[in-house]
């Protein structure tokens, strides 16, 4: 839930600086952003997912729930 709440504030905050910075947006800044949500997103996919395919694969199958 903490992770909702900070990936939604953080919308709402990129949203408000593109609509009050626009005319700084260029190419580059914008796929210099891409790249660092991008690893944001693979990191916390890391950081999420992989203790949980650990612990299923530990259990052999069985609900790690």
Partial sequence: MI?????AGAEVLGSAIVLVEVQLLNDGVISQLLTVV???MITLSVIE????GYAKFR???E???
């Fill in 49 to 52: 997912l992989l203790p949980h």
């Fill in 59 to 61: 259990t052999k199958g």
């Fill in 3 to 7: 992770f909702v709440s900070i990936a």
């Fill in 38 to 40: 991008a690893g944001i």
């Fill in 63 to 65: 609900r790690t729930h």
